[in-house]
């Protein structure tokens, strides 16, 4: 019975390393969505996975952006070059979609906790 | 451009007192409705959702909203507060036959005793 899961919950970095998050989402949950939570700022989408559809990454601020998502399950949120502005609070949430179709509850991870020096 | 507009950033209101927060979205098109709530040190879950039906909608811990399409809002209502109801709370929508949920920037209810 275990929520979404998130690794790591802080991480510290500097200008121009590159960075991996970790999403672990809900077993059987097939809709897998990345979010960023800038300071005083709602949640920003990034990038949405269902089943083996192709993501919408149509929220990815850059290239330097990127995320995958392996055998359906657990997603990685890569930021190369990272910039101080990528600062932020970065929100897994899995959903069951079992329809495809986007009407289902959406679960969050506790987060991982970005700072770029 | 698709948005959503929570009015208030910061919602201060006493113990047992109502409170509305406000949540205006961008399209009349058909869409789904979600509040969440995040408490302090705590994960977003979901408070309540409109899908279709009945406008008027109950969610968890005595919240309610409703949906008025002619005027594209989605308020957050509670008759009476509590110290505990002290969270951030966002407002989401979803266009149907599409899945980027797009969030507002928050709204930060303080309730003071």
């Known amino acids: 019975g275990a929520g979404v899961s998130q690794s790591p919950s802080n991480k510290v970095t500097e200008k121009g390393k590159d960075v991996e998050l970790r999403c672990d989402p809900i077993?059987?949950?097939?809709?897998l969505y990345w979010y960023r939570q800038s300071l005083g700022q709602g949640l920003e989408f990034l990038i949405y996975?269902?089943?083996?559809?192709?993501?919408?990454k149509s929220g990815l601020p850059s290239d330097r952006f990127s995320a995958e998502r392996t055998g359906g399950s657990v997603s990685t949120l890569t930021i190369q070059r990272t910039q101080q502005e990528d600062s932020a609070v970065y929100l897994c949430?899995?959903?069951?979609?079992?329809?495809?179709?986007?009407?289902?509850?959406?679960?969050f991870g506790p987060g991982t906790r970005l700072l770029v020096l | 451009a698709q948005s959503v507009t929570q009015l208030d950033s910061q919602v201060p209101v006493f113990e047992e007192a109502p409170v509305e927060l406000r949540c205006n979205y961008s399209s009349s098109v058909s869409v789904y409705l979600f509040w969440y709530v995040q408490y302090p040190n705590q994960g977003l879950q979901l408070l309540l959702k409109?899908?279709?039906?009945?406008?008027l909608v109950k969610g968890i811990n005595g919240f309610e909203a409703e949906f008025n399409k002619s005027q594209t809002s989605f308020h957050l209502r509670k008759p009476s507060v509590h110290i505990s109801d002290t969270a951030e709370y966002f407002c989401a929508v979803i266009y149907t036959g599409g899945f980027k949920t797009i969030f507002g920037a928050g709204t930060r209810l303080f309730v003071k005793a």
């Open positions: 077993s059987g949950h097939t809709a």
């Open positions: 949430a899995s959903s069951l979609n079992v329809r495809g179709i986007s009407e289902e509850t959406q679960y």
């Open positions: 996975f269902q089943g083996n559809s192709a993501p919408d």
């Open positions: 409109y899908l279709s039906g009945s406008t």
